[in-house]
């Protein structure tokens, strides 16, 4: 019997398809990452992997894109259809008004 727990499954920081997989935290002490098994964390990359998810970062929004997360065989994690090194190399561009400071500031 294959026995079930809930998992994390991380982005890589520099190399997005290295993800890293953990044990969901808990108020236990526990090992996070060292429990698991070489074939469950396969496992929940690929369940990871087969899911398209909503990006909620507001650094990511932009206005008419959908921010959906999902992978490709062929060029790994994407946003919008755009590969993720590619929004990681480019970035994004923040339009934010100025605010002049207060008169009591200067």
């Not at 727990?5 to 996070?32: C, F, H, N, Q, T």
């Not at 921010?67 to 561009?93: C, F, K, M």
Request: charge should be neutral; hydrophobic fraction near 40%.
């Amino acid at each position: 019997k294959a026995r079930q727990m809930e998992v994390l499954v991380l982005l890589g920081v520099e190399v997005p398809e290295d993800e890293i997989v953990m044990l969901k935290p808990a108020r236990a002490s526990r090992d996070l990452w060292g429990t698991l098994r070489d074939d469950e964390r396969a496992a929940a990359i690929a369940i990871a992997r087969s899911q398209t998810y909503k990006a909620r970062s507001p650094l990511l929004f932009q206005e008419g894109n959908k921010n959906i997360v999902s992978y490709d065989e062929e060029s790994g994690w994407q946003l919008d259809g755009r590969p993720w090194r590619d929004v990681a190399q480019y970035g994004h561009t923040l339009r934010l008004p100025h605010v002049e400071a207060p008169m009591w500031a200067k």
